[in-house]
Every structure is written in structure tokens, then in C-alpha cells.
């Protein structure tokens, strides 16, 4: 088993284990570390814990986590690495923070970048709303609604309410136009010069 090509042996835990056992190592000759991905884990989690004790900073207890599970640095949940995104840079080859973690901060991450808000400012809108849509009154308000010009958050809106003002071309006239229509009050432009168009006001 030592002399095939598909396994290697770790050099801390002397463990003869397949090649993805190692992360990359582009300084090595066979581009793979000397440790399996177990040990570095475990000797940068206790150099860490170290330098962490000698800054008096707080340091979390290690956990007995079982083979093919992982404690998420986020929530401190073990879970079974389905639950990971993988990062073959990482030295156990899977990220830090479980799918669910990295889902709930790519949320936080995507209202700071687009609209310059957090998810308390998005919540307070939607209490202030008492939940609900501001323009239709009766679905949940789940769609933060912005103006595109200046990028001023307006409200939070339902997904078909958020929908229907931007197929409208954010545009109110074209909008009260739209409501006009709805009242029974429909309208033509009349014609006062050929291919001159005068519109109600």
C-alpha cells in the first residue's frame, strides 16, 4: 500500500492516507502538504488557542466532533459535512461556517451592498408596516423596495406590489394613469394636428 500512488503518508500522525487526505502545497514536490488535513487542523486549532491564552483573550473548548462531522464557527453547531461548502484552500478542505451560517450573512451582506441598510433597519420597516405590504395591505411585506435614481429605500413591498411599480417604470403619472384606467376612467389622447397627440391632463 505505501508504494501506490494514490495514498501518501501524513508525517504527524504516520497514517498511510489517499491523496485528498492532504491539501495543496505548491512548494512541495508532489504538490500535496506533509501533514493530512486532520493534523494541521489540529495543530493550528491549539497554536491558535495558545496565542489566544497568552493575549488573554477568550478561548472556546474544543469539542469532540465524530469522523465526517464539523462544528460550525458561527453557530456552534456539529453537523455532517453535506452542511459545508468545501474550500479545498482550507486545511480540512471544507469552510468554516456551515451552509446555513454563510446563507444568513450572504443575506445581511446583499442589504448592506445594495441598499445600505441591516437586517434590523429592514425589520424595523416591516413592524412600523405591522407586517404588511404598503401598497396592497394584505401580503407580507418581504421585497425591500428602492428608488433606482437616487437609491433611496421607499418601503418593503410584496414580491407582486415591488413587480408591478417597476413593469410601470417606477413612473407616477404612469401609475395613476394605471389607477384611472382601474376606476372605469379610461382615456385617449385627441388628436389636434396630423401625428400631433394631446394627452388629458
Given at each position: 500500500?505505501?508504494?501506490?500512488?494514490?495514498?501518501?503518508?501524513?508525517?504527524?500522525?504516520?497514517?498511510?492516507?489517499?491523496?485528498?487526505?492532504?491539501?495543496?502545497?505548491?512548494?512541495?514536490?508532489?504538490?500535496?502538504?506533509?501533514?493530512?488535513?486532520?493534523?494541521?487542523a489540529e495543530?493550528?486549532?491549539?497554536?491558535?488557542?495558545?496565542?489566544?491564552?497568552?493575549?488573554?483573550?477568550?478561548?472556546?473548548?474544543?469539542?469532540?466532533?465524530?469522523?465526517?462531522?464539523?462544528?460550525?464557527?458561527?453557530?456552534?453547531?456539529?453537523?455532517?459535512?453535506?452542511?459545508?461548502?468545501?474550500n479545498v484552500?482550507?486545511?480540512?478542505?471544507?469552510?468554516?461556517?456551515?451552509?446555513?451560517?454563510?446563507?444568513?450573512?450572504?443575506?445581511?451582506?446583499?442589504?448592506?451592498?445594495?441598499?445600505?441598510?441591516?437586517?434590523?433597519?429592514?425589520?424595523?420597516?416591516?413592524?412600523?408596516?405591522?407586517?404588511?405590504?404598503?401598497?396592497?395591505?394584505?401580503?407580507?411585506?418581504?421585497?425591500?423596495?428602492?428608488?433606482?435614481?437616487?437609491?433611496?429605500?421607499?418601503?418593503?413591498?410584496?414580491?407582486?406590489?415591488?413587480?408591478?411599480?417597476?413593469?410601470?417604470?417606477?413612473?407616477?403619472?404612469?401609475?395613476?394613469?394605471?389607477?384611472?384606467?382601474?376606476?372605469?376612467?379610461?382615456?385617449?389622447?385627441?388628436?389636434?394636428?396630423?401625428?400631433?397627440?394631446?394627452?388629458?391632463?
Open positions: 500500500m505505501p508504494d501506490s500512488v494514490d495514498v501518501k503518508k501524513c508525517t504527524g500522525c504516520k497514517r498511510t492516507l489517499s491523496l485528498d487526505s492532504f491539501a495543496a502545497d505548491r512548494n512541495r514536490r508532489d504538490g500535496l502538504q506533509v501533514r493530512c488535513r486532520e493534523c494541521v495543530y493550528g486549532a491549539a497554536h491558535c488557542r495558545r496565542r489566544r491564552e497568552a493575549q488573554g483573550k477568550s478561548v472556546r473548548e474544543k469539542v469532540d466532533v465524530p469522523p465526517g462531522y464539523k462544528e460550525c464557527r458561527s453557530c456552534g453547531e456539529v453537523k455532517p459535512h453535506s452542511e459545508w461548502h468545501r484552500t482550507a486545511s480540512d478542505g471544507l469552510s468554516t461556517r456551515c451552509k446555513a451560517c454563510r446563507a444568513i450573512e450572504g443575506r445581511a451582506g446583499h442589504l448592506k451592498r445594495q441598499y445600505g441598510i441591516t437586517e434590523d433597519d429592514r425589520d424595523r420597516m416591516i413592524a412600523v408596516q405591522k407586517g404588511l405590504c404598503v401598497i396592497c395591505l394584505s401580503a407580507p411585506a418581504v421585497h425591500v423596495d428602492h428608488c433606482h435614481k437616487t437609491g433611496r429605500v421607499r418601503g418593503v413591498l410584496c414580491f407582486n406590489c415591488n413587480s408591478a411599480i417597476g413593469k410601470l417604470g417606477e413612473n407616477p403619472s404612469t401609475v395613476r394613469r394605471a389607477a384611472a384606467y382601474l376606476e372605469g376612467n379610461s382615456w385617449k389622447p385627441t388628436l389636434v394636428a396630423p401625428g400631433v397627440y394631446q394627452l388629458p391632463s
